[in-house]
């Protein structure tokens, strides 16, 4: 499958790329260069005809560009660059886009249990407000032309632990880099999407019953490998 | 400020008596007589008694709802358990929505760290983890006074702070006994209901989430109920009964 | 051919009862409780839901208990029948060793999600008003007996409850969020015949218009297998020349 994946130099695409360039033939771009001197393409989501160029010949598009905070480009490149996405998409015949955003549950849902497709609340900020209109754009698209969308949406992400960690309970809806790469290549494969569009909170900690993955389960398939909450045990018994 | 104190009669209600006694006017409610001193105001009524509920609540700037119950229930269990439901949950209501409707700001509940009991010792728990609340009606009526608050803290003007307590023991009581990882100073529970009043002293208009929630409980060497989110309210345990854990 | 199971049914008199029983009446042994008359003059036993013995008498060699009694507005009342009604069926449920329970309430979506979409899973957010909060508390309850005891217990909530329409309604858009008895009968049979529920306990909000994209029913659906047996909002089409 022919990828082509925006936001290659960001927080998360540096991470993401090297667990799916084995089984992907992935085009990686951005308007950063690499961090680790990796050869990528120049590409600037603001620009519709950079978008639809390098999205020639593409069965899927992975969309992990944002900006969190500047009053201008957040909605240039979040909001519109999403929109651009989505319209080379249709244009080109491409069926499947993988979007990315930040969560929008914790503020209003971090006393509620069993948390899982509840209206988001971003609140005001650039960011948050931003990525929501994205992600309306992108359900317009999946209605109007069957492009099947899967959103990842995030609080954390990180390396998964190496060794336990004492005194501290698990961090709240963060996903470990090792599962967002399963996460991605479950939406790749997923043939259809229920409604066309869906959106996940993605995380690698069970425990809390807070912030629910029985829909990440049940239509991609995904689960905590393994159970990160399992680093955050309190030592029991002998130890102290 | 003039604040109107809850469960005064329990040994809860006396240590946060002593912990703010001086700096504020206090009116201590119980259903049960109290000897107090001749500033604080006192009030011997049931929470469900509206009349009396609404005479309490004028000229009151902060309600501190311990949430302990009375001191004289039925001795029959059936007539025990409903009796605390009635007053932890109807007796909160009159409470809070009588609060709001006088006007006051600021609301602070006492809930329990017993609504995590059944979790197994090797997890730690903070504030994100779901209570699970057993029909024993002490614990379980103390969670739905606690549900109840927060429905105030959605509809009106009013911060709402529920302290989730643990188990309530003076250090100097218990100095033979072996530690209980829920154990909590009344002292310090009651610097807690004072950080818990400051939580929404600022004036500006994003000052604060109207509800929030924190976990209250000493530090043993190898805590299970973690309190660092309490140190947003200027929580920090003073007894966290040394002399007890050293011996184990 | 096997005996029909035995219902308790709290609250025959009231607003869904008299509409509800009659579908079941047919499938289940049925004992009707209430503390008012039927108002179509059925017999039936009078049972006051705050007083716990005659719960637990009138639950004696029952198989499941249905709990549709309510009040909606008495600051007391609102809370014994309630709230402390709830207990007294959960209670009585385990002393009894009853497995099945059908409780009911409003939904709480409504008021803040009415500018939202595909609302299926919504934490429960009541707010304080006195019928509220009090089936709020109630539903907390029988989480707690349903985990504890493994007492199956499935929660309906409505906002609106009605006849099916008779003629196509016309220049009105269908109300949102309500369901018609028909579906209501359905969804009780398919709640008492179910094994168990996920976790022992689950609540829907239930309706029998498909169209808005609103309130879903996937859960539902998934779970119970339920689907209105006739999309209402076929009745509020507008007239066009096709």
Not at chain 2, 16 to 29: A, K, N, S, V, Y
Not at chain 3, 74 to 90: C, E, I, K
Request: net charge negative; hydrophobic share 40%.
């Amino acid at each position: 499958m022919k990828v082509l994946f925006l936001g290659a130099s960001g927080l998360i695409g540096p991470h993401l790329t090297p667990g799916l360039v084995d089984d992907y033939d992935l085009r990686l771009t951005d308007v950063k260069e690499h961090p680790d001197g990796i050869e990528v393409e120049h590409l600037d989501i603001t620009d519709y005809t950079q978008v639809l160029k390098a999205a020639q010949g593409m069965d899927a598009i992975m969309n992990f560009t944002v900006n969190r905070s500047d009053a201008d480009l957040s909605f240039h490149v979040n909001t519109c660059g999403a929109w651009h996405v989505m319209r080379a998409a249709a244009e080109l015949g491409i069926r499947k886009v993988v979007h990315s955003g930040p969560q929008a549950v914790r503020s209003l849902y971090d006393h509620d249990f069993d948390v899982d497709q509840v209206p988001s609340r971003p609140s005001t900020g650039l960011y948050g407000t931003t990525k929501l209109l994205s992600a309306e754009i992108c359900r317009a698209y999946a209605r109007a032309h069957g492009i099947q969308i899967v959103s990842f949406l995030f609080n954390g992400l990180h390396d998964a632990p190496t060794e336990p960690i004492t005194g501290r309970d698990f961090p709240v809806m963060s996903v470990v880099w090792a599962d967002l790469i399963q996460a991605c290549r479950q939406a790749l494969e997923l043939e259809s999407v229920p409604g066309g569009y869906q959106e996940f909170n993605l995380h690698s900690h069970l425990g809390h019953e807070k912030y629910s993955l029985e829909r990440a389960r049940e239509i991609l398939g995904f689960e905590p490998r393994p159970n990160m909450a399992e680093f955050y045990r309190r030592p029991v018994g002998e130890v102290v | 400020m003039r604040i109107l104190l809850t469960g005064a009669a329990s040994p809860l209600g006396r240590a946060i008596t002593d912990e703010l006694g001086e700096g504020h006017q206090l009116r201590l409610f119980d259903s049960e007589p109290i000897e107090a001193d001749e500033r604080h105001e006192v009030v011997t009524a049931s929470l469900t008694d509206a009349t009396a509920v609404w005479s309490a609540v004028r000229d009151i700037d902060a309600v501190l709802h311990t949430g302990e119950p009375p001191a004289q229930l039925p001795s029959d269990e059936l007539a025990r358990d409903q009796q605390l439901l009635d007053e932890a949950t109807r007796g909160t209501h009159i409470l809070c929505k009588a609060a709001v409707e006088a006007g006051v700001k600021r609301i602070v509940y006492g809930s329990s760290l017993d609504l995590f009991a059944p979790y197994p010792e090797d997890v730690y728990i903070s504030e994100m983890w779901k209570p699970l609340p057993t029909p024993a009606m002490a614990s379980m009526s103390r969670y739905l006074g606690e549900l109840t608050c927060r429905e105030f803290a959605r509809d009106f003007h009013v911060s709402v702070t529920a302290l989730r307590l643990g188990m309530l023991v003076r250090e100097d009581e218990v100095a033979e006994q072996a530690p209980d990882l829920m154990w909590l100073d009344p002292r310090d529970a009651a610097r807690a209901f004072a950080g818990a009043l400051q939580r929404d002293t600022s004036e500006s208009p994003v000052w604060s989430r109207r509800w929030a929630l924190y976990h209250i409980c000493s530090l043993p060497p190898n805590p299970k109920y973690l309190v660092s989110a309490a140190a947003g309210i200027g929580f920090e345990p003073q007894h966290n009964f040394a002399a007890n854990w050293k011996s184990v | 051919m096997a005996a029909k199971k035995k219902v308790l049914f709290l609250g025959a008199s009231g607003l869904i009862g008299p509409h509800l029983t009659p579908g079941l009446m047919d499938d289940y042994d049925l004992t009707l409780t209430d503390v008012k008359d039927h108002p179509d003059g059925i017999d039936i036993d009078h049972v006051d839901v705050t007083d716990y013995e005659q719960v637990l008498k009138a639950a004696q060699g029952m198989d499941a208990i249905m709990n549709f009694t309510v009040v909606r507005n008495d600051p007391d009342l609102s809370f014994h029948v309630n709230t402390r009604g709830a207990l007294h069926v959960m209670k009585a449920a385990v002393e009894l060793g009853i497995g099945k329970v059908v409780h009911s309430g409003p939904e709480s979506v409504r008021n803040h999600c009415d500018h939202d979409f595909d609302i299926d899973d919504m934490p429960f957010q009541p707010g304080p008003g006195y019928y509220m909060a009090t089936k709020m508390l109630s539903r907390e309850i029988c989480q707690v007996y349903a985990r504890t005891y493994d007492i199956q217990t499935v929660c309906y909530l409505f906002n609106g409850l009605s006849a099916p329409p008779e003629a196509p309604v016309v220049g009105a858009d269908f109300p949102p969020f309500t369901i018609v008895w028909p579906d209501l009968v359905q969804a009780c049979k398919l709640a008492l015949e179910i094994e168990s529920v996920p976790g022992n306990y689950q609540e829907f909000n239930l309706h029998s218009h498909v169209g808005q994209g609103k309130f879903g029913l996937e859960r539902a659906h998934r779970i119970l297998g339920y689907e209105p047996i006739r999309n209402m909002a076929e009745f509020y089409r507008r007239p066009t020349d096709a």
